[in-house]
Every structure is written in C-alpha cells, then in structure tokens.
T-cell receptor, first 112, second 111 residues
C-alpha cells in the first residue's frame, strides 16, 4: 500500500516558469489537500478538495491552481513561479472531512 | 480565524525525563486534533488523533489530551529517549475541512 505519493521530490525552477506537482493516493480517500511549509514554521493550507470535481481555497491560494478530475489524483500547478514560492510542499489525504490526515513525503521546490 | 500556538518552540531535556508539549487554539469549534512528528528534511508522521468527543488518546509512551473548552491539547512523552528528538506539530481540524497547524516544538533529548 503506497499511501500518498508525491512527485517530484526535488525541483529547481527559474522565475516565471510553470510546473505541476503531482499527488496520488491509493486509499480511496475523498478529501485531499496541499500545504506549504516554510523554514521554522508549521504547514499552511493552499487548496483542498472534498471529492472529484470539487476544490476550494485554503489560507494561501494565490499563485497556485488545482483540479480534481479523479478521486486518486490532486495536482498542484504553479502558474508563474516566484522566489516567494520556494518552499516544501506536502500533499495529504483523509477518508473524510474530519478524519485522520495522511501525508506524502513532500516536494522541495526552489525558485531562482 | 483559527490560530494554533505551540509552546515552547524548542525544548532540550536529558534522556529519561517525562515531558509535556503544549498546543493551544483560539476557536473551540473543532472536529479533531492530530499530533505529528517530523524529522529534519522528512515528511509528517501521524502520532495520535483525538476526536472532538474524546478527552485523550494513548499510544505506547505517548499520551495526548484535549480540552476543547479551554482550547488546549497536551502531548505527554514518558521516559524520553534520544530517538524522540524531532519536531512535534499539532493540527486542528475545523469547519469545511480546513486544518490549521502550529509552528511546532523542536525536541532534543540528550543521551
């Protein structure tokens, strides 16, 4: 059972480039979410989804786009990368809105 | 807006000590609270989940309590070991699936 899988694990971008962070889960969880973690800080919610076709904004959504076409996948798109988006990104899933959160191993992004 | 505070930000103890990590939150309308462990450069490992109707959960040397009325949760670690050294994060799950994390407590257990 792979759980929550994130790719890539590391990525370096130049300012203005776009890219997609992939997140997949094989636990048939309805709820999925994306967070960013900056040094010395906790995680901040970017976007979340309560099921296929349904997404909503979290605390820090600007500069990011998401879609949920299947239960398994929840990609995070950076439309035009900025140095302020240098961070570690975590994807999580849960069986329900109020259930336990399961995290991927993270994707480290550096924007030059 | 929910705010979560973890005190202290860092803690250093000798091996064998019992210790308490604190997590406080401003909005008591929560569904559950979850404690995580994070090792440097790694992901989050779930330690304990406390549903809003529960007052505590135990797993091995770990015990987490929840007092919604006072907006507090504590994580008790018994007989600490050097392998317990890590950052401990608490997360509060509130309305509409929005979770709020504290900044964490970095624990160092000295041999």
């Amino acid at each position: 059972n792979a759980g929550v899988t994130q790719t890539p694990k590391f990525q370096v971008l130049k300012t203005g480039q776009s890219m997609t962070l992939q997140c997949a889960q094989d636990m048939n969880h309805e709820y999925m979410s994306w967070y960013r973690q900056d040094p010395g800080m906790g995680l901040r919610l970017i976007h979340y989804s309560v099921g296929a076709g349904i997404t909503d904004q979290g605390e820090v959504p600007n500069g990011y786009n998401v879609s949920r076409s299947t239960t398994e996948d929840f990609p995070l798109r950076l439309l035009s990368a900025a140095p302020s988006q240098t961070s570690v990104y975590f994807c999580a899933s849960s069986p329900s809105l109020t259930g336990e959160l399961f995290f991927g191993e993270g994707s480290r992004l550096t924007v030059l | 807006k929910q705010e979560v505070t973890q005190i202290p930000a860092a803690l250093s103890v000798p091996e064998g000590e019992n210790l308490v990590l604190n997590c406080s939150f401003t909005d008591s309308a929560i569904y559950n609270l979850q404690w995580f462990r994070q090792d440097p450069g790694k992901g989050l490992t779930s330690l304990l989940l406390i549903q809003s109707s529960q007052r505590e959960q135990t797993s091995g040397r770990l015990n987490a309590s929840l007092d919604k009325s006072s907006g507090r949760s504590t994580l008790y670690i018994a007989a600490s070991q050097p392998g317990d050294s890590a950052t401990y994060l608490c997360a509060v799950l509130g309305n509409a699936g929005k979770s709020t994390f504290g900044d964490g407590t970095t624990l160092t257990v000295k041999p």
